[in-house]
Structure formats: C-alpha cells, structure tokens
C-alpha cells in the first residue's frame, strides 16, 4: 500500500459516570493513511493526554469523503 486509504479505527475510551463509576464506551473514527502503523500514529497524536485504547484498525472500501 502505497497510497492513502481510509481506514475505521476504534478506540475504547474510560470515562466516569455521574455516580464516579468507572465506564467504557466504543468510538470509530475514519483516518486517512498509508498504513495500519500510519493510523495509529495520527491516533495517538490526536488523542495525546487521552485514556483510551486502540482496539482495531481496518482497511474500509471508502473511496472519498466529501466535506
């Protein structure tokens, strides 16, 4: 792969609820890269401070998004 793809990345993130019980929840994101590795950089750099885990990083047959 050399060109830019989009992939779907999903993140499990901690967070507490009103009660201060400790909770999860699932977030996907679309990012554009070259590779898997690619993606979870521009992840962790976006996601910098963050408590959250990086569960999966797909290759989608996305083609263009349109803004």
């Not at 609820?17 to 962790?44: L, M």
Request: net charge negative; glycine share 6%; no cysteine.
């Amino acid at each position: 792969m050399s060109e830019l793809n989009f992939f779907k990345a999903v993140i499990r993130v901690e967070y507490e609820d009103a009660k201060g019980r400790t909770k999860y929840k699932k977030e996907n994101y679309i990012v554009e890269g070259v590779s898997p590795t690619d993606v979870e950089t521009k992840i962790a750099k976006r996601l910098e401070g963050a408590d959250y885990e990086l569960i999966g990083v797909t290759l989608t047959n996305i083609i263009e998004i349109i803004k």
